[in-house]
C-alpha cells in the first residue's frame, strides 16, 4: 500500500526515523519519503547515508511540531504519516514540563489539525510503555498525546484522516538505556541498578518498524496496538554484560515503576488479543469497528487482565540478552570486552 505514495516521519533523524527509512526504501517504492525533523547537522549526515542519487524519492524538511505552519507546508500532498518526534528522557523531563508539554502534547495537537487541513489518509502515532498509568511527566504527557491522536478522529470527517496508536517497550540499546550504560560501567567493576526485582518489556527496532507499518493495512481510526514482545530483568542484563561485575542498588529513581506497563486492567475492558498483538478500542460512542475487530479475530481481553513487563508470559534468557547486546555492539561499532 505504500507504493507509490508519499510518506512522512516526523523525528525521521531519530532512531526510530533512520530504521524505518531504511526498510521502506527496502521494502517498497514510495514516490516521496519526507524526513521532517529539527536537527540540520543530522539530516545532512543522512543524504551522506542515503544518497539522491540513490535514493530520489528522498525529501528533508526542517521544521519543528511546534509549528504548525511549517507542517501544513510539509503534510502537502501525504497520504501517511508516522509520528514519531518526541521528547523521550525521564529526567529532563521533570526538570523541563512545559517543554515536554509544547513538543509531546501541544506538538501532537498541531500534527492532527495539520493532517486533517492537508488532507492526509492516515497516521500513526508513536506511544512508550510509560503512558500507561503513567508515574511521571514524559509518561503523562504521551498517555495526553495518545489520547488527542485517539479523539483525532472525532474532528475528521466520515472519510478523512485515520488516527491510530502503536505503544511498544524499551528497544534494547536505545539512546538512554540500559545497556550503552553497562557497556560504559564494566570497566569499573561495578554496575547501578535501581532495583534488583526490575523487569522492562523490549523489542528489536526492526520489528518495531514492521509492527508499526503493518498496522496502517489494518487500522480503521481510533485503535491502539500494542505488540506481544518479551520481557527481561534488569539483573540478567547486567550478567549478560558483566557477568563478573559487582552490582551496586542504587534505589528507583524519581518517577521509575519497578514493571512497566502497556495495558492496564482498565484498559483490558475494550481490549482485543490476537495471535501477535493486542489492540485497545476506544470506550467511546462515535467509534462504530467494533464487529469488525472481532470479524478480523480478535478475542476480548478477560476480567481483570493487564499486560505488565512483570506478569508476561515471555521472558529472554540471559544467552538471549547477550546476543542482543552483541547485536547493538556490531551496529554501533562498541567494543564489547
Known amino acids: 500500500m505504500f507504493n507509490g505514495k508519499n510518506i512522512l516521519i516526523t523525528g525521521g533523524t531519530g532512531s526510530f526515523g533512520k530504521a524505518a527509512i531504511r526498510i521502506i526504501l527496502q521494502k517498497y517504492s514510495p514516490n516521496k519519503l519526507i524526513i521532517f525533523s529539527r536537527d540540520e547537522l543530522k539530516q545532512s549526515e543522512m543524504r551522506e547515508q542515503f544518497p539522491a542519487s540513490e535514493h530520489p524519492c528522498l525529501r528533508f524538511f526542517l521544521g519543528d511540531i511546534r509549528d504548525r505552519s511549517r507542517l501544513e507546508e510539509a503534510f502537502d500532498e501525504v497520504d501517511f504519516v508516522i509520528h514519531a518526534a518526541a ?45 500507561a498509568a503513567p508515574l511521571n511527566l514524559y509518561g503523562a504527557t504521551k498517555l495526553c498525546a495518545d489520547k488527542l491522536f485517539i479523539n483525532g478522529n472525532q474532528m475528521s470527517k466520515k472519510d478523512g484522516c485515520k488516527f491510530s496508536v502503536v505503544r511498544y517497550g524499551n528497544v534494547l540499546g536505545s539512546r538512554g538505556s540500559v545497556v550503552p550504560l553497562f557497556l560504559e560501567k564494566r570497566a569499573s567493576g561495578v554496575l547501578p541498578v535501581t ?32 505488540p506481544k514482545i518479551p520481557s527481561y530483568r534488569i539483573l540478567d542484563v547486567a550478567t549478560a554484560i558483566a557477568p563478573e561485575a559487582k552490582v551496586d542498588i542504587v534505589g528507583i529513581r524519581p518517577g521509575e515503576k519497578l514493571h512497566e506497563c502497556m495495558i492496564t486492567e482498565d484498559d483490558a475492558r475494550t481490549a482485543y488479543e490476537f495471535d501477535s498483538y493486542f489492540v485497545v478500542l476506544p470506550n467511546l460512542t462515535w467509534y462504530k469497528y467494533k464487529t469488525d475487530i472481532q470479524e478480523m479475530g480478535g478475542t476480548p481481553c478477560q476480567e481483570g487482565f493487564s499486560y505488565t513487563s512483570g506478569n508476561n508470559t515471555e521472558w529472554l534468557n540471559i544467552e538471549e540478552i547477550s546476543d542482543l547486546v552483541d547485536e547493538y555492539c556490531a551496529t554501533y561499532g562498541v567494543e564489547r570486552k
Open 87 to 131: 521528547l523521550k528522557q525521564v529526567p529532563a523531563a521533570e526538570y523541563n514540563p512545559f517543554e515536554f508539554i509544547k513538543t509531546n502534547v501541544l506538538g501532537s495537537q498541531n500534527i492532527i489539525q495539520a493532517a486533517i487541513r492537508c488532507g492526509v489518509e492516515k497516521v500513526i502515532a508513536l506511544s512508550t510503555d510509560k503512558a
Open 195 to 226: 532495583d534488583e526485582r526490575m523487569t522492562r518489556f523490549t523489542i528489536n527496532l526492526d520489528d518495531a518498524i514492521d509492527f508499526t507499518l503493518d498496522k496502517f493495512k489494518v487500522m480503521f481510526g481510533g485503535e491502539l496496538y500494542v
